[in-house]
């Protein structure tokens, strides 16, 4: 079965650029997406088809995708992005997710 | 604004069935896929698998396989995530998700059920 492994956690001072990896065999040949997620809260989208935002997700979040990483970079972090981050592609018929990402902002 | 509505927390003893529920609304029910994804407390999210409500289309991740059954009804919008019976390792959240219509992300997320299942 595919898997996505991505680091466990992810430290970064405020203001500074906070960037999480994704790895897969071939992941660049997919699609990724990033959910962000907070303690007690359901994962909300921040970045879908590898470098695209939905609407009200700022700026500060982006995407790449190429070979078998993709990487979710947050430039300017604030205090207020400290979640779970989690990557997730499309394999064949099922989703698949990375394992997460805690990203600390101190 | 498209919303998941789930049903409320359980709390069940190990070998009870049951059945939660997440309802679709403000969009067209039988044109997106919806699955259900498992969070352990302190874990990460698990893809169970999902369902194609227009022609009832279900797959399943293998390690859900046999464990679960996903279903929907679309004369009220809703899909089920049913377990004939429980195990206290089915303690979790489950969310229900609905994916975008190129099917490659979740779009649209449930608030979750909390399972509880100890006797």
């Known amino acids: 079965s595919y898997e996505l492994t991505q680091p466990p956690s992810v430290s970064v001072s405020p203001g500074q650029t906070a960037s999480i990896t994704c790895s897969g065999d071939?992941?660049?040949?997919?699609?990724a997406s990033w959910y962000q997620q907070k303690p007690g809260q359901s994962p909300v989208l921040v970045i879908y088809?590898?470098?695209k935002r939905p609407s009200g997700i700022p700026e500060r979040f982006s995407g790449s995708n190429s070979g078998n990483t993709a990487t979710l970079t947050i430039s300017g972090t604030q205090a207020l992005d400290e979640a779970d981050y989690y990557c997730?592609?499309?394999?064949?018929?099922?989703?698949?997710f990375g394992g997460g990402t805690q990203l600390t902002v101190l | 604004e498209v919303q998941l509505v789930q049903s409320g927390a359980e709390v069940k003893k190990p070998g009870e069935s049951l059945k939660i529920s997440c309802q679709g609304s403000?969009?067209?029910?039988?044109?997106?896929?919806i699955g259900w994804v498992r969070q352990k407390p302190g874990k990460g999210l698990e893809w169970m698998g999902i369902?194609?409500?227009?022609?009832?289309?279900?797959r399943y991740t293998p390690s859900f396989k046999g464990q679960v059954t996903i279903s929907a009804d679309n004369s009220i919008n809703t899909a089920y995530l049913h377990w004939s019976s429980l195990r206290a390792s089915d303690t979790a959240i489950y969310y229900c998700?609905?994916?975008?219509?190129?099917?490659?992300?979740?779009?649209?997320w449930g608030k979750g059920t909390t399972v509880t299942v100890s006797s």
């Open positions: 998700a609905r994916l975008a219509e190129t099917d490659t992300y979740i779009d649209v």
């Open positions: 403000r969009y067209s029910f039988t044109s997106h896929w």
């Open positions: 369902t194609y409500p227009d022609d009832s289309d279900t």
């Open positions: 071939k992941l660049g040949d997919k699609y």
């Open positions: 088809q590898d470098n």
């Open positions: 997730q592609a499309r394999d064949s018929t099922t989703i698949v």
